[in-house]
């Protein structure tokens, strides 16, 4: 079993910034692959991902603004969010593989918005 806790939404001006954090329940460094999904009306999408061992995968549309990283002695794992676009605005979800299984957090919502 994973639970994930997301923090760090909130409502931000076009071309400023946010921190999304992902707490686990367990060590990440065993958690097979860790990533943020986004959920906008009518549209869902992978933002970025971490797999074990391997490179950041992210969005085409978040290539050079988003970075996704993690903290293994916190357990956390971050997306860091600048020059934010009003198109960014939706429900941030952490998402986990972990044993084969997949386990979501419960999401918080970025508002991107003058």
């Known amino acids: 079993q994973v639970q994930l806790v997301e923090s760090g939404g909130g409502l931000v001006q076009p071309g400023g910034s946010l921190r999304l954090s992902c707490a686990a329940s367990?060590?990440?460094?065993?958690?097979?692959?860790m990533g943020w999904y986004r959920q906008a009306p009518g549209k869902r999408e992978l933002v970025a991902d971490l797999?074990?061992?391997?490179?950041?995968n992210y969005a085409d549309s978040v290539k050079g603004r988003f970075t996704i990283s993690r903290d293994s002695a916190k357990n956390t794992v971050y997306l860091q969010m600048n020059s934010l676009k009003p198109e960014d605005t939706a429900v941030y979800y952490c998402h986990a593989i972990h044993q084969l299984k997949g386990y979501w957090g419960q999401g918080t919502q970025v508002t991107v918005s003058l």
């Open positions: 797999i074990l061992g391997g490179p950041p």
């Open positions: 367990r060590s990440i460094s065993s958690i097979y692959a």
